[in-house]
Nanobody, 125 residues
């Protein structure tokens, strides 16, 4: 069974910083793309940032220049460094990962998206 466990959320003043972490654990063979999404009250879940296994990144326009996504493939962990936080960044942040498992002796693989339970980030003005 695969689990994604997030940590690092909390309450911070506007202009402050937080670092989120998300570690994948369980039985699997490789982790492909990883990313962070967020959902503010009354709004739909939206992409914050994604990173490929090779390190290519993409960001939502609203966080470019303020947030940095990175990953440690050896630890199956993705990070989100959030600087210059704004009240509008307040949301539950969810980790997402596309994870592969070998399913037979021929080496066939199945990839599936997994989600963490979310961690709350609150930015006060």
């Amino acid at each position: 069974q695969v689990q994604l466990v997030e940590s690092g959320g909390g309450l911070v003043q506007a202009g402050g910083s937080l670092r989120l972490s998300c570690a994948a654990s369980g039985s699997f063979d490789s982790v492909n793309d990883m990313g962070w999404y967020r959902q503010a009250p009354g709004k739909e879940r939206e992409l914050v940032a994604r990173i490929t296994r090779g390190g290519r990144t993409n960001y939502a326009d609203s966080v470019k220049g303020r947030f940095t996504i990175s990953r440690d493939n050896a630890k199956n962990t993705v990070y989100l460094q959030m600087n210059s936080l704004k009240p509008e960044d307040t949301a539950v942040y969810y980790c997402n990962a596309n994870i592969e498992k070998v399913v037979n002796v021929e080496g066939a693989r199945i990839a599936k998206d997994y989600w963490g339970r979310g961690t709350l980030v609150t930015v006060s003005s």
